[in-house]
DNA sequence: CATGAATGAGGCTTCATTCAT
DNA sequence: GATGAATGAAGCCTCATTCAT
């Protein structure tokens, strides 16, 4: 009973709508406030009678669906026991979730490292808290024993998030299609087993 | 015997450097003809006679140091015999070039997602050149057995680039400092033993 | 017997005071409709509920304050028997009430002079009283002989008030203090007395 | 021989010119940038091309006359010998200058108190010159005898300038003609006389 | 080989104001 | 008596780009 909070007004749903449907066509420069306003039946005002910026709007928008994103994660993560398991499944599901929802990864993969201001706003907090997650699984694993003790946590965290985002890359940008289950499988296998025969 | 080739005309030498200068600190569009004009000391009707146009300019200089780091890397190979150390040479020297060149690793790893275009360039050519020259090796050592069978060369490769990638984010975006050698070592041995004890 | 009068709702009186206290800071062209309404705890709305525009707020604060302010320039002045004693108290008590009355002396000594649209209203109006009493006593001194008789009545007024306001510019614009009383009777010295040695 | 000093671009000249003139009518808020182009036949980007900003405009306009003003002022000094010979000619020039010159009355009067960005910028520097040379002459005036020595020189400038600008006032803001020679010469009568029989 | 004056399109943002509830 | 959602007009400014000289 948190009381009924009253729901956002519509003028701020249907702009941040229209901005994410933006999103998946063009990148944040390029799409102009006249175009968002437009998209959304509303006039460019309203934008600001919302949210400070333009920036602000993206970063509302993102963390929107970032949180949806997490929220899967975590939700999924509940399915495995192992540490190995568990970043199996991270992997699996952060691939499905980046190609499902074009508009996050495209904004986690593209838009987002451009700029400086994003890694000092609090959206950037989000991305954090999915990394930790992941930091915090591998030092299980680790003390678990599961994964090898003189590996260094964060740069395991580093070839598993490198390796999901490139792999995600020719997808977002071109359009390749991706078989995502052979795809997680193999960067799991990969990466926890090595390449060496 | 391409004959003399008649040197660069002074203005587009210092309109590259510029903009290779301004390219060290901020991102590409932040960054204005005015500005690059200004700091070459030349006029900005210059820059269109030597350049089609502001994003010719960003492909030109990025061809001119993809083409050194394409070359350093390639002399490196030569020192190693098997694929996986030359595998590691690679890890290694991109590491290297990354965080020397940080005009080149911000291109690549900050500007050039966000442009379609840049991928229907020439510009795109050469990183293609540098990633099938990982393929190429890993698919000797495949071959040669170095490499267990069942690997899927592609994945490999995406994993391999993108560990890099990543590992050279925090350090091109907060300037965090980074480990050269050890970094790239961690990353073979995930890769190449795999992290299970 | 103008019947009771019915006291101002609470919105309109939480309005004015809020518009009043905001222009003890910013100039009128910086105060927005906004900020009138936040700093009030009212909605934007509810302001053309009880003015007609922005301007027509200015002008309805402006008036109560200037009430007031006349109200006390008559008062004090009845505590003078001669005309030049009068002028006197009307310099003093100008110089009073333009520092006490920060907000009023902002408005006369900056807004006002703007908008030609203010001298056609109505606030205008009580400018010219308090002008005109001016006048009036100057004209007494003349008839009385307190005053040489070639004096120019206009004249004399626009340099009393042109040196009241003019000695209130500093402190109105920089905060710079100022010493009333040894102002006023410098100021009233050197007109009645002339500089002259 | 200051060496050829080249000529100011048409497009600047132009600027400052309609500039001026929509000075001339409204006041420096209700002009646009987009009626400053238009009316100088000049698209609204060269603005900003010679101008870092409206206000910089302003100033720079500002400044423009209030040279020549000075100028004419400085010239017309050597006139006198007496210090209140000097000072009845500042307050006559003044006077004359002002309703000459309604472009920088105008600014002086009423647009400049507005802005506390004024009397920062560079354009201050200018008023108080000639505010300094008024204090000069005042002190000369009082150390040759000519001004009674217990006069605060301060407050005289102030009751100058006052009544100068005060007098203009009517005129600028009304367009009510104003007899410069009577009307200096009952300031000066009345400051330096004093209005006392 | 280079200049420098000028353009034009459009971007983001602000704000007073209205109106249904 | 008051709210709050929404408007629309316009403002200032930026920038890549062109072209005559």
Redesign the pocket.
């Known amino acids: 009973m948190t009381g009924k909070e009253k729901p956002d007004?519509?003028?701020?749903i249907k702009i941040m709508a229209s901005f994410s449907r933006l999103m998946q066509e063009k990148d944040f420069h390029s799409?102009?406030?006249?175009q968002i306003a437009k998209n959304a039946d509303?006039?460019?005002?309203?934008?600001?009678?919302y949210f400070k910026?333009?920036k602000d709007l993206l970063y509302q928008v993102l963390n929107a669906h970032f949180q949806e994103f997490h929220e899967k994660i975590k939700i999924r993560m509940t399915q495995a026991t192992s540490s190995i398991g568990k970043l199996d499944l991270i992997i699996l599901a952060s691939l499905e979730e980046y190609l499902e929802n074009r508009l996050l990864s495209k904004i986690l993969l593209l838009e987002v490292r451009n700029s400086q201001a994003f890694f000092n706003s609090g959206a950037y907090e989000m991305v954090t808290v999915y990394a930790r997650t992941i930091l915090k699984i591998i030092r299980e694993g680790i003390a678990s024993g599961e994964i090898a003790a003189h590996t260094d946590p964060y740069l395991l965290r580093k070839v598993i998030i490198g390796a999901i985002e490139h792999a995600c890359l020719g997808e977002v940008i071109f359009g390749k299609p991706l078989d995502i289950k052979k795809t997680a499988a193999g960067i799991s296998d990969i990466i926890f087993n090595g390449v060496k025969p």
């Open positions: 007004p519509p003028g701020r799409i102009t406030t006249a509303v006039t460019e005002g309203l934008i600001y009678k910026d333009k």
